[in-house]
């Protein structure tokens, strides 16, 4: 079975410093697309950034990227300049062919002034 | 931009009841999800739709069902609400164009009592 794993259920950064959140996942396939989902707590869930397996450029949005090693199953997220908005929870999410997505657990941001 | 809306961001029903939770999105998105989320669980797949009168189960469909009449709209039945099925529920869908996002309603916040 697919799975998703967030290791680290809270994290907390300093206003304008960087913070790591880490996602390790497992799959079969080769080709499959990866997420990080932002989730305030007003609850919308917006996405933050994507990357497709194939590409072996980590995806950059921003203050916003990513470190994807394809062969260790890993999918971390870097937040650089943190900002007091970048508070919430974050999911990683793994979209299978079907384009079902399998989430992690969740990791819970806190950002400090 | 893409819209999802649920009918209900609060909702508290008796155990018991029938309890149905509406979702449309406004984008002419083929495939549409609900998911359940609790804490330390993450999302969970309850049902999905590819497409008007179609639908899969999810993870745990167990106590739901569905119903995909329109292409906009899909909605969730809880034929016999228990308090097990307390949790926030997201609705989503994505369409078969584009980057594979898929797009979230800001949940409904269910209590049964």
């Known amino acids: 079975a697919q799975t998703v794993t967030q290791s680290q259920p809270e994290m907390s950064v300093q206003e304008a410093e960087t913070v790591t959140l880490s996602c390790t996942y497992d799959t079969s396939e080769s080709d499959y697309y990866l997420f990080w989902y932002k989730q305030p707590p007003s609850r919308q869930m917006i996405l933050v950034i994507r990357q497709e397996a194939y590409k072996q450029q980590n995806a950059t949005e921003n203050r916003f990227s990513v470190n994807f090693q394809k062969a260790a199953k890993s999918f971390s997220l870097k937040i650089s300049d943190s900002q007091l908005g970048d508070a919430a929870m974050y999911f990683c999410?793994?979209?299978?062919?079907?384009?079902?997505?399998?989430f992690g657990t969740g990791t819970r941001l806190q950002v400090f002034p | 931009d893409v819209k999802v809306t649920q009918s209900s961001r609060y909702l508290v029903k008796r155990t018991g009841e029938k309890v149905f939770l509406e979702c449309v999105q406004d984008?002419?998105?083929?495939?549409m999800f609900w998911y359940r989320q609790d804490p330390g669980l993450g999302l969970r797949l309850i049902y999905f739709s590819y497409d008007v009168k179609m639908k899969e189960k999810g993870d745990i469909p167990e106590g739901y069902s569905v119903s995909r009449e329109k292409k906009e709209r899909f909605s969730l039945i809880l034929e016999s609400a228990s308090t097990n099925q307390t949790s926030m529920y997201l609705c989503?869908?994505?369409?078969?164009?584009?980057?594979?996002?898929?797009?979230f309603g800001p949940g409904t916040r269910l209590t049964v009592l």
């Open positions: 989503a869908s994505v369409g078969l164009a584009g980057f594979n996002e898929q797009f």
């Open positions: 999410a793994h979209r299978e062919y079907t384009d079902k997505l399998i």
């Open positions: 984008m002419d998105h083929e495939n």
